[in-house]
């Protein structure tokens, strides 16, 4: 059974920071691309960053260079680090696993950046 458990979500001030957590069981973690995506009331899923099996990293425009996504085979783990928050991150974050046509999603962690 594969699973995906997104964590370190919450109630963030406008220029604070956060870190996320994905922890992953069922899958050879390896060789999975790894992703963030995050959906906004009344917005589409929206890509947030992804990092491949060989570490390369993307980061939507939005988030790049206040953001830094991570993953620890040893421990089948994801991390997305961000910083600068503003409102308009809040929105439920959600953690994906990709390879070939083997698609996984986790349930989501809300983020609401407010003062």
């Known amino acids: 059974q594969v699973q995906l458990v997104e964590s370190g979500g919450g109630l963030v001030q406008p220029g604070g920071s956060l870190k996320l957590s994905c922890a992953v069981s069922g899958i050879t973690f390896s060789i999975y691309r790894m992703g963030w995506y995050r959906q906004a009331p009344g917005k589409q899923r929206e890509l947030v960053a992804t990092?491949?099996?060989?570490?390369?990293?993307n980061y939507a425009d939005s988030v790049k260079g206040r953001s830094t996504i991570s993953r620890v085979n040893a421990k089948k783990t994801v991390y997305l680090e961000m910083n600068s928050l503003k409102p308009e991150d809040t929105a439920v974050y959600y953690c994906n696993a990709l390879f070939a046509a083997h698609d996984f999603w986790g349930q989501g962690t809300q983020v609401t950046v407010s003062s």
């Open positions: 990092i491949t099996s060989g570490e390369f990293t």
